[in-house]
């Protein structure tokens, strides 16, 4: 069975960090790019980072750049996304997702998602 499965998340003050896995299990990773996400309060869903498959080519969302970091341990089938200086507009449910063919953060393109682990920034 395809499965992809977050963990990571919880409450942590502004300024904090947290780090985020994302396992997979099903499939190898290896030949698919994965997409961060993240969806707030009242909000729609939004594209954080993505990294490829084929180079380990990375975007982030302005809202992030310079604070998370995407990475690939293919070995043990994960993706990391490491999360520094945390705001309180941080605060969401995050979900992290696969695709097989291209990279980016169109969320159609995902074929296979996780089920979300949450992030609360809080003082």
């Known amino acids: 069975q395809v499965q992809l499965v977050e963990s990571g998340g919880g409450l942590v003050q502004p300024g904090g960090s947290l780090r985020l896995s994302c396992a997979a299990s099903?499939?190898?990773?290896?030949?698919?790019?994965i997409g961060w996400f993240r969806q707030a309060p009242g909000k729609e869903r939004e594209g954080v980072s993505c990294?490829?498959?084929?180079?380990?080519?990375?975007y982030y969302a302005d809202s992030v750049r310079g604070r998370f970091t995407i990475s690939r341990d293919n070995t043990k089938n994960t993706v990391t996304l490491h999360m520094r200086s945390l705001k309180l507009e941080d605060t969401a449910v995050y979900y992290c997702?696969?695709?097989?063919?291209?990279?980016?953060?169109?969320?159609?393109?995902?074929?296979?998602w996780g089920q979300g682990t949450q992030v609360t920034v809080s003082s």
């Open positions: 997702a696969g695709r097989h063919k291209g990279w980016g953060l169109k969320e159609d393109e995902y074929d296979y």
């Open positions: 099903g499939f190898t990773l290896d030949y698919y790019a």
């Open positions: 990294i490829s498959s084929t180079d380990g080519s990375t």
